[in-house]
């Protein structure tokens, strides 16, 4: 069986804002969402807050596969040294072929390039698929808001997962060991048709 080709990651133009408008609507959905489903007149993609800059994009077979937005915590000088995952959709159709695994990991390296020290995000507990990810590139829980959401009838957990990037603190200082790692890539495989997003 022939290898699928692996997606090519760029950053986001402002004419892509019309596509990846309409992947955020096609991918809603309380497994990350906690804003209801978006309605027309839809607000823009892109924002004072969320520039094309700022996205990094996905691209299979020629088109759109998935984004994840990249920004500040905080709008603090003293928090400058931190970015924080501020979104991240993968299409349906392109689940399973390592597109949300490519954008995280293009999201950490453009973290590293403009100097960030960590990276840090927020998942709702019982985004398993996402978890999973996120945990098999580094990622480790810093800390939960029990039930802080009340979706679809059932109270969620919103969770802040976080990790350094520096190469000494992976390798020496982690709380996440080999293993775990190996056994949370493992789950995120065993989780890639579902959705990915935070």
């Known amino acids: 069986m022939p290898e699928l080709p692996a997606p090519r990651i760029r950053t986001a133009r402002p004419d892509d804002e019309g596509e990846l408008a309409l992947l955020d609507r ?4 309380h497994l990350h969402a906690v804003m209801p ?5 839809y ?7 969320h520039t094309p800059e700022d996205c990094l994009v996905a691209e299979l077979d020629g088109r759109l596969a998935g984004y994840v937005h990249l920004g500040f915590p905080t709008p603090l000088d003293s928090n400058r040294h931190v970015r924080q995952i501020q979104g991240l959709a993968v299409a349906e159709e392109a689940r399973g072929r390592g597109v949300g695994r490519a954008l995280v990991r293009a999201a950490l390296d453009a973290s590293r390039e403009r100097g960030a020290r960590r990276v840090t995000l927020r998942v709702l507990g019982h985004n398993t698929p996402a978890r999973a990810l996120y945990e098999a590139e580094g990622f480790v829980v810093e800390g939960v808001l029990p039930e802080e959401f009340l979706l679809d009838g059932a109270y969620v957990d919103d969770v802040f997962m976080g990790r350094f990037l ?3 603190y992976d390798e020496a200082s982690s709380p996440v060991s080999t293993g775990a790692v190996a056994s949370a890539a493992s789950r ?11």
């Not at 995120?188 to 997003?197: I, N, R, W, Y």
């Open 37 to 41: 489903r978006p309605q027309p007149p």
């Open 188 to 198: 995120a495989s065993e989780a890639t048709s579902s959705a990915v997003s935070t």
């Open 166 to 168: 520096s190469r000494s």
């Open 43 to 49: 607000a823009p993609f892109f924002s004072e807050r």
């Open 26 to 29: 096609l991918t809603w959905s």
